[in-house]
C-alpha cells in the first residue's frame, strides 16, 4: 500500500524527544510513504537515539539555523542521504528565559533579538538553505502559536511568532514563483520539551482543554501531524501563505462556552 505522501524527500528540523512535533509529522509522513531526514541542534546523540525510534530510522543531520557556516553546507549535507528535498519542515523556537514568563517590559534587547534570530529569521534562513534541494518545487510549513493577540506569560515569543507569520506571507510571495508553497500550521498547546520551559504554561493547557469546542489532547500530536504532512503534499496545490489552525477549534472562540 501507498500513502499521500509516497516518493516524497522530506527535511524535518526540531526533533529533540518523542513529544516532539517534528517527530510526530516524521512519523506519519513515513507512515505516508515519505523518506525523511532529520536535523538536530545541540543534543545530537538524543536526537539520533531518538531518530531509531521512527517507523523507519532517519539519519540526522547536525543544523544550528542560526549558524551561517552549516546553513551554508546544509545541501551537501543533505545530498549524503537524499538528491533532493519535496518539503521541509521548521520546527524551531527558543526565547531566553527572561523574555518569557510576564517579563515583557524588562528583557533586554540581547534576548528579545535571540528569540528573533532564532524564532522567525530562521525560518528564512532555512527556507534559502533549502532552495537549491527544491529544483521542482515542493513545500515548506512552520510551526506556530496563534500571534493574533497577546498571551499570558508568552511575551516576546508572542511577538517572534507574529513576526514568524508575517515572514510567512512574503515567503509565499517570493518563492512562489519557484513553484514553493509555503504555509504554517497554528498549533495548540502540547506537552513537548519547549512548552516546559514556559513559566505558567498551565494556564494554556487549562484553557484549551476546557474551551475548545472539539476538545484537544495535550500530549496527542497526530492531529498536528496530519496537517503538516498534508501540506507537505500535493493536496492543497494552490495554497501558499495560509495558516491553517489546529487547535480543537480554540481560535474562533471568543468566550467560554456555557452549557444549555
Not at 67 to 96: F, W
Not at 151 to 163: E, I, L, Q, R, T
Request: proline content about 6%; glycine content about 10%; hydrophobic content about 45%.
Amino acid at each position: 500500500m501507498t500513502g499521500f505522501l509516497d516518493g516524497k524527500r522530506l527535511l524535518i528540523t526540531g526533533v529533540i524527544t518523542e513529544q516532539s512535533l517534528g517527530f510526530g509529522v516524521a512519523k506519519y509522513a513515513q507512515e505516508q510513504g515519505a523518506e525523511v531526514v532529520l536535523t538536530g541542534f545541540g543534543r545530537m546523540s538524543l536526537v539520533e537515539r531518538i531518530a531509531k525510534k521512527l517507523p523507519t530510522p532517519a539519519p540526522v543531520i547536525e543544523l544550528d539555523a542560526t549558524d551561517p557556516e552549516q546553513l551554508a553546507g546544509l545541501e551537501a549535507k543533505v545530498r549524503e542521504h537524499v538528491d533532493g528535498i519535496d518539503g521541509v519542515l521548521h520546527a524551531i523556537a527558543y526565547a531566553p528565559p527572561s523574555a518569557l514568563g510576564g517579563n515583557f517590559l524588562n528583557t533586554p534587547w540581547e534576548d528579545v533579538a535571540t528569540a528573533l534570530q532564532v524564532s522567525t529569521f530562521s525560518y528564512k534562513a532555512l527556507a534559502m538553505a533549502c532552495l537549491p534541494l527544491m529544483g521542482n518545487g515542493g513545500s515548506i510549513v512552520g510551526l506556530t502559536f496563534d500571534a493574533s493577540q497577546a498571551w499570558p506569560v508568552y511575551d516576546w515569543m508572542g511577538v517572534a511568532k507574529a513576526g514568524l507569520e508575517s515572514a510567512n506571507r512574503y515567503l509565499a510571495r517570493d518563492l512562489g514563483p519557484k513553484g514553493i508553497r509555503v504555509n504554517l500550521v497554528s498549533a495548540g498547546p502540547q506537552r513537548t520539551m519547549a512548552a516546559k520551559s514556559i513559566p505558567g504554561f498551565e494556564a494554556f493547557e487549562e484553557a484549551w482543554t476546557t474551551r475548545a469546542p472539539l476538545g484537544w489532547s495535550l500530549t496527542d500530536s497526530e492531529p498536528v501531524a496530519k496537517a503538516c504532512a498534508a501540506l507537505l503534499s500535493d493536496l492543497f496545490p494552490a495554497t501558499s501563505g495560509e495558516i491553517l489552525h489546529v487547535d480543537g477549534g480554540f481560535h474562533a472562540v471568543g468566550v467560554e462556552r456555557t452549557e444549555k
